[in-house]
């Protein structure tokens, strides 16, 4: 569902923008991990920027995690922090990827480079957001950690990929909504079912969920003996989605079980 391979470039693109690297020449990379030897900064550090560019992701975040355990008061440290997020990010490590972004901001929340740490947080949780039919505690933290990108950071770069993502992630939890409610549908729970479709309506309105949801309000209510608030429902779909099918589902079902609120 999500492009991660262009993301990786963009994020990439962003933390080497974000980051100046000038890193002297520190030998050539050898063959074996070297995060615990004991080397000199501008030598340790060219080395984890040597496994990154090679693809060696996990090597190059330990080695980029030792430049900052090495020579913690040295000016390669914090670069290094941000480099260690990104490294486990393009390892897949999200976790470590989400500890080395949040450690590079409390130790530094003021600095130039904060916004791109919240944004690779943001798209740590982005891209764990899972299917549909599983839990949706990740795809709440990807809304949440993208919303504060967008708080802290309006108008830059990395807020406008944000609202992108939220509308993406809003349809993904309109989804997992649905899910519920057609469930409970098909058990008869008509309460159950239209609190998830109303949760729809109210707070995801502008996903691509919202028709159905209308109608299986329409169903829902009818079934409950509330025509009334059928014909709320249905007169929202007709009056947002007069071309669409699930209007015309709607009008046929209150034609046949309430026509005296079918309006003339």
């Not at 550090?45 to 090495?70: H, N, P």
């Not at 530094?108 to 690779?120: E, S």
């Not at 957001?129 to 933290?141: A, E, L, M, P």
């Not at 025509?227 to 947002?240: D, F, G, I, R, S």
Request: glycine fraction near 4%; charge should be positive; proline fraction near 3%.
């Amino acid at each position: 569902m999500f492009a991660r391979s262009s993301l990786k470039t963009a994020i990439l693109a962003a933390a080497t923008g974000a980051i100046v690297l000038t890193a002297g020449c520190g030998g050539r990379a050898k063959n074996r991990d070297t995060a615990y030897v004991a080397r000199d900064v501008d030598t340790l550090y060219a080395a984890a920027q040597q496994r990154l560019e090679t693809g060696r992701t996990k090597q190059a975040a330990a080695l980029f995690d030792e430049v900052e355990r090495q020579h913690p008061y040295s000016p390669w440290a914090r670069r290094a922090q941000l480099m260690s997020a990104f490294s486990y990010y393009a390892a897949r490590d999200y976790n470590k990827a989400i500890q080395s972004a949040q450690r590079f901001l409390s130790i530094h929340p003021g600095n130039k480079d904060a916004p791109y740490a919240y944004y690779l947080i943001s798209i740590c949780y982005y891209e764990q957001i899972s299917d549909v039919t599983r839990d949706q505690k990740t795809t709440q933290q990807a809304k949440q950690a993208l919303t504060d990108v967008m708080r802290r950071y309006p108008g830059t770069t990395y807020a406008r990929d944000a609202k992108l993502k939220i509308d993406l992630v809003d349809d993904h939890l309109a989804g997992k909504e649905m899910t519920i409610g057609r469930s409970y549908e098909r058990s008869g729970k008509w309460l159950a079912a239209t609190l998830r479709f109303r949760n729809v309506v109210d707070n995801f309105q502008t996903t691509s969920h919202t028709p159905e949801a209308l109608y299986r309000l329409v169903e829902g209510y009818l079934s409950m003996g509330v025509p009334e608030e059928a014909q709320k429902a249905a007169a929202v779909l007709e009056h947002n989605y007069p071309n669409s099918d699930w209007y015309g589902r709607a009008y046929k079902l209150m034609e046949k079980h309430a026509p005296q609120n079918v309006a003339a």
